[in-house]
């Protein structure tokens, strides 16, 4: 295992934290407001009944943000060579806060165009849930694949170590 469980426990608690800090402000400003006005319109009625529903919807999408990074470590980027050619390029590791915000744009992004379509069929057939698995797997796999095919890892020997660990290759 490459995290250590107090520091993964206090990056949770942290980052919940934050998240119901964020969640709660639009509740209280809004509940202030209100009790200063009697009459409220229909649109002020209906902003105040759908707001629980968003601050649960805000909490619970970033508290996925929260568990990746928690876990797998901000996105890290590696550099890596080609064998054949010399060309340089990177490659990520640890949790894809790209991948959580843009989806499916980051394979393609990246160079990964069939692999890019092929995330957005899922996504599509999934209703989103793929979406939501998808970060805590994608830097791991894009690395894979690039180092199965004549890429070796091409950094300082502190940053090709953390690549190791993360990607799981046996030294």
């Known amino acids: 295992m490459y995290y250590k469980p107090k520091i993964v426990a ?24 209100i009790d200063s006005v009697e009459n409220l319109s229909i649109t002020t009625r209906l902003i105040v009944s759908i707001l629980p529903l968003a601050t649960i919807f805000f909490f619970l ?71 939501m698995i998808m970060p805590f797997l994608y830097n791991k796999q894009f690395s894979t694949r690039l180092l199965n095919n004549s890429w070796s890892l091409n950094d300082s020997e502190n940053n090709n170590t953390i690549a190791r660990q993360k990607i799981g290759i046996a030294t």
């Open 10 to 33: 206090a990056r949770i608690i942290i980052g919940i934290l934050i998240l119901a800090i964020l969640s709660a402000m639009p509740i209280l400003y809004v509940t202030y407001t």
């Open 61 to 131: 999408s970033f508290s996925l943000l929260v568990i990746g990074t928690a876990f797998l470590g901000w996105q890290k980027k590696i550099k890596v060579k080609h064998n054949e050619s010399g060309i340089q390029k990177n490659c990520f590791v640890g949790y894809s806060w790209t991948y959580f915000f843009f989806g499916f744009f980051v394979p393609i992004f990246r160079g990964e165009i069939s692999i890019g379509v092929f995330h957005l069929i899922l996504s599509m057939v999934t209703f989103g849930i793929f979406q």
